[in-house]
């Protein structure tokens, strides 16, 4: 059976193995925490906090920095927009961000991909 909600995806989403997670330092509106990511693509990453995160809202800006593992051991700073919550999830949507930092996030995602 096919999955409509991934087959409307724009970009492709990877997820990080547990002994090797992607860091998410966030900051937005009255929070700012140290998380690790569920999955991540181009377009945005998808984040879950092990508590109840007041502070987090739909459509609400935050600014991240994005560690990625090895092998492509790099980070990158972008803007966001919180698009997406679900319990103790979130997505956060990267708004404007440099094509140098789009080309690392493709770099980690083609090492990816075959990995998980």
């Known amino acids: 059976m096919?999955?409509?909600?991934?087959?409307r995806r724009?970009?492709?989403?990877?997820?990080?193995?547990?002994d090797n997670?992607?860091?998410v330092?966030?900051?937005g509106e009255n929070f700012l925490d140290v998380l690790y990511a569920l999955d991540i693509?181009?377009?945005?990453?998808?984040i879950s906090v092990p508590y109840a995160f007041e502070g987090c809202r739909i459509d609400k800006g935050v600014q991240i920095v994005v560690e990625l593992p090895s092998p492509v051991k790099k980070?990158?700073?972008?803007?966001g927009r919180i698009?997406?919550?679900?319990?103790s999830t979130f997505g956060v949507e990267f708004v404007g961000l440099k094509e140098k930092d789009s080309h690392?996030?493709?770099?980690?995602?083609?090492s990816q991909i075959g990995n998980n």
């Not at 724009?10 to 547990?18: A, F, G, H, N």
């Open 104 to 110: 690392v996030i493709k770099e980690y995602i083609s």
């Open 21 to 23: 997670p992607v860091r």
């Open 41 to 46: 693509s181009e377009n945005g990453i998808s």
């Open 75 to 79: 980070y990158f700073t972008a803007n």
């Open 2 to 7: 096919t999955n409509k909600r991934t087959d």
């Open 83 to 87: 698009r997406r919550i679900s319990g």
């Open 25 to 27: 330092d966030i900051n």
């Open 10 to 18: 724009k970009y492709q989403r990877v997820t990080p193995k547990r």
